[in-house]
């Protein structure tokens, strides 16, 4: 999942610095002086709240996908929760050579 992650923040960030020419596969090379940022930027922007406009839309001709995705949501935000918890335990455990945080996350119990 941080792959997914890292390819759109660093595609986003070809986005915003190359010129259109330079993405495209244009012949000069990218001078950055002559790059309009506050354009890339607006298009990065615009691009981004569009995105948004559409994932919310998505919701409309297919509520299952929504609860779907609200599910997920929720399962990857308790099992952040349950790691932290469980990571915290073993920090303040005084048996932490006795057991690999493996065998202590085998042990918690999903909800």
Not at 37 to 51: F, G, K, M, R
Request: glycine fraction near 4%.
């Amino acid at each position: 999942m941080s792959f997914i992650f890292r390819t759109i923040f660093w595609l986003t960030l070809a986005i915003v610095v190359l010129p259109p020419q330079q993405r495209v596969g244009g012949r000069d090379t990218a001078d950055f002086n002559e790059i309009d940022v506050e354009l890339e930027l607006h298009n990065a922007a615009y691009t981004a709240w569009s995105l948004a406009t559409n994932a919310l839309n998505a919701c409309d001709p297919n509520p299952e996908l929504c609860k779907a995705g609200a599910e997920l949501w929720q399962t990857t935000w308790t099992t952040v929760a349950r790691i932290a918890m469980t990571r915290q335990e073993l920090a303040g455990s005084s048996d932490i050579e006795d057991t690999t945080p493996a065998e202590k996350l085998a042990t918690v119990e999903p909800d």
